[in-house]
């Protein structure tokens, strides 16, 4: 149970009173402070005090991230730029980026949420926590960072890449826990596995976070360097930063904290709630944030809600892992397809490698092809692809409902990066 972070209500019946207050709170404020809130408001028919209930919620207009590279470069802005104490980009890769914002109590309060994260997953202040993801102007660096210090644990800003100098750090450092994305804790545990310095090491646990992640990475992070519990950290520069929930131990989703934020689960066309446990958009509204308060923010990333009470406990809801995104998903054959439900079928199968792909080519005869690359697992022999092919296209066509050419690579031969790594490859021309 959480001690030092706990829930701001005591009872699953207390959080939607929480959250209503919250939410008015927010409307009045981006309305009384935010040009922009105020237009838009207006123009939607709605003033702070026509939120009476959290249904009213759906009466509130989208923000999305046009409205931030519109407005840049400070978007959305709803105090004195002189209460403004730090900016953080959002790491963008076309046209102008998002700059988000935050003030001494949205610093103080991310904070909070963050050191929650590391006291969910277990650590102590004896914990020391080296952290291999990016510093500067990314919230990762500065989130695991600060976060970790606001615990209380020993911190090692070790940043990304350098695995001769991580590895140095983990042996005399005796680090505990890891933090970095996962793709390079990937890159580590193989690290790990090459050296063959896995009993020379003191690590426990693995925090992964910025990159979405898949059962069969996990798995190997795991046998790799020999730990128990890998986490998942959610989070996007634009609601703070990562750190907003974290991965149940009992893998029965994600926790995330609903005392700081409302979470919807929309259909990305209708706009509209899906039912309860279908993908939907993850759309956001802060609860607390000064500088840039987010209403109804369509982060484009796909999930669904878990129902239910959770073994562990724990009151705060969950959702599952991020499934994708919206702007990730391809159309095959008049079929919605994204790299997550991918990841779900072939993370339960057995003599699957962590790493795959998914090409997509417009034919000669005018349909399109997908062909999914998949690595072999270490040390499996060759000649079990095509029975292997032979499982993954049958999985590929129960779950996902397509037809595709399967092709084994052999285990390792498909790029991995420190960063994101990319998976659905559509080469069709438009
Ligand atoms: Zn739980």
Redesign the pocket.
């Known amino acids: 149970m959480l001690k030092r972070f706990p829930p701001k209500y005591a009872y699953p019946e207390e959080l939607e009173p929480f959250q209503l207050k919250g939410l008015q709170w927010t409307v009045s404020h981006a309305w009384r402070n935010s040009p922009f809130y105020r237009k838009r408001l207006d123009v939607a028919g709605v003033a702070p005090g026509d939120i009476r209930t959290l249904a009213d919620l759906s009466r509130l207009p989208f923000t999305a991230a046009e409205d931030l590279r519109d407005n840049y470069p400070l978007p959305l802005l709803s105090v004195e730029p002189k209460e403004i104490v730090r900016i953080h980009p959002s790491s963008g890769t076309t046209g102008k980026r998002k700059i988000l914002c935050d003030t001494q109590k949205d610093i103080g309060d991310w904070l909070c949420m963050f050191a929650r994260c590391y006291e969910m997953a277990g650590l102590s202040r004896e914990d020391r926590v080296q952290i291999c993801v990016g510093y500067g102007l990314w919230t990762a660096g500065a989130g695991f960072q600060w976060g970790a210090e606001r615990f209380g644990a020993m911190t090692i800003p070790a940043g990304p890449g350098n695995l001769d100098l991580q590895c140095t750090f983990l042996q005399d450092l005796r680090t505990t826990v890891l933090c970095c994305t996962a793709s390079m804790g990937l890159l580590m545990a193989e690290e790990v596995h090459t050296r063959g310095i896995r009993d020379r090491i003191h690590l426990r646990k693995v925090i992964l976070g910025a990159e979405r992640t898949s059962d069969a990475m996990i798995a190997t992070i795991k046998e790799l360097l020999g730990v128990e519990e890998v986490y998942d950290i959610p989070g996007l520069t634009e609601l703070y930063g990562p750190g907003t929930g974290l991965s149940?131990r009992?893998e029965?989703g994600i926790?995330y904290w609903a005392d700081y934020y409302i979470l919807e689960i929309l259909d990305p066309e209708s706009l509209s709630p899906v039912a309860p446990g279908e993908i939907g958009e993850m759309v956001y509204t802060t609860l607390g944030k000064e500088a840039v308060p987010l209403i109804r923010y369509r982060s484009r990333d796909l999930t669904r809600l878990v129902e239910g009470s959770?073994p562990?406990g724990?009151i705060l809801p969950r959702h599952d892992k991020i499934l994708g995104r919206s702007d990730d998903m391809v159309v095959f054959r008049g079929v919605n397809i994204y790299p997550g439900q991918a990841d779900e079928v072939l993370s339960k199968m057995e003599g699957v490698g962590s790493e795959y792909q998914i090409l997509i080519e417009h034919g000669e005869d005018g349909k399109d092809y997908m062909t999914v690359k998949v690595e072999r697992a270490n040390q499996l022999n060759e000649g079990y692809d095509a029975v292997l092919a032979r499982t993954i296209a049958g999985g590929m066509k129960r779950n996902l409902m397509v037809s595709c050419a399967v092709e084994i690579v052999p285990y390792g031969s498909l790029p991995r990066s420190e960063r994101k790594t990319k998976r659905i490859f559509d080469n069709r021309r438009y």
């Open positions: 149940c009992y029965t926790h959770c562990c724990c």
